[in-house]
């Protein structure tokens, strides 16, 4: 078995753009190496693997969301299993990402369930970097229509600021309800 790349640390080896986050992955193998949507990104150069967290952290778990108003230069997304994200629970900074609907073709359509890859691209989006966020999702066949199914709540996202961010989500859970029958 071969030895992931060490880290590469320069800025701005990502992308050609100067305002492009660092990006950084934990990974614990647990699943299929073929599948593994962190690796494809790490492979492309988009991301490297790191044994623990860096810069803000993107946890489910986090009670915080993700707004566009936060300005961290560094990003590190989980490639655990559900189990093991509770050891992670106490990293501080952490965030977790607002409403959004996966495209993978693991969880297709379900609300939440985001690969890494989708989580990384969905935090440049909100974080104003939607140039990286759509070279992340191009390393996918199904990358560019999971960008295009959330482009409005990815843009709303966007424009909220920590104030405002849960009343932002809360619209967003309502226009995926449907409107509500009236009562009488």
Same mark, same amino acid.
């Given at each position: 078995?071969?030895?992931?790349?060490?880290?590469? !640390?320069?800025?701005? &080896?990502?992308?050609?753009?100067?305002?492009?986050?660092?990006?950084?992955?934990?990974?614990?193998?647990?699943?299929?190496?073929?599948?593994?949507?962190? @690796?494809?990104? $790490?492979?492309?150069?988009?991301?490297?693997?790191?044994?623990?967290?860096?810069?803000? @952290?993107?946890?489910?778990?986090?009670?915080?969301?993700?707004?566009?108003?936060?300005?961290?230069?560094?990003?590190?997304?989980?490639?655990? &299993?559900?189990?093991?994200?509770? &050891?992670?629970?106490?990293?501080?900074?952490? $965030?977790?990402?607002?409403?959004? $609907?996966? $495209?993978?073709?693991?969880? !297709?359509?379900?609300?939440?369930? @985001?690969?890494?890859?989708?989580? @990384?691209?969905?935090?440049?989006?909100?974080?104003?970097?939607?140039?990286?966020?759509?070279?992340?999702?191009?390393?996918?066949?199904?990358?560019?229509?999971?960008?295009?199914?959330?482009?409005?709540?990815?843009?709303a996202y966007r424009l909220a600021d920590s104030r405002t961010i849960q009343e932002a989500e809360q619209r967003q859970v309502e226009l995926l309800a449907?409107?509500?029958?009236?009562?009488?």
């Open positions: 078995m071969t030895q992931p790349k060490p880290p590469n !640390y320069s800025r701005n &080896s990502r992308s050609e753009g100067v305002n492009c986050l660092e990006l950084w992955v934990v990974r614990s193998g647990e699943d299929n190496p073929k599948k593994c949507t962190a @690796l494809r990104v $790490v492979k492309a150069g988009l991301a490297d693997l790191v044994d623990g967290p860096r810069g803000l @952290l993107l946890n489910p778990f986090s009670e915080t969301l993700l707004a566009g108003d936060l300005s961290p230069t560094d990003l590190t997304a989980l490639d655990v &299993s559900w189990n093991l994200l509770e &050891s992670f629970s106490r990293h501080q900074p952490a $965030v977790r990402l607002p409403l959004l $609907v996966a $495209v993978n073709p693991t969880n !297709y359509g379900k609300l939440h369930k @985001l690969s890494t890859a989708e989580a @990384l691209a969905s935090a440049c989006w909100i974080l104003g970097r939607q140039e990286q966020a759509e070279k992340l999702m191009a390393c996918f066949k199904w990358g560019p229509h999971f960008l295009e199914l959330n482009r409005e709540r990815l843009e449907g409107p509500q029958p009236k009562r009488l």
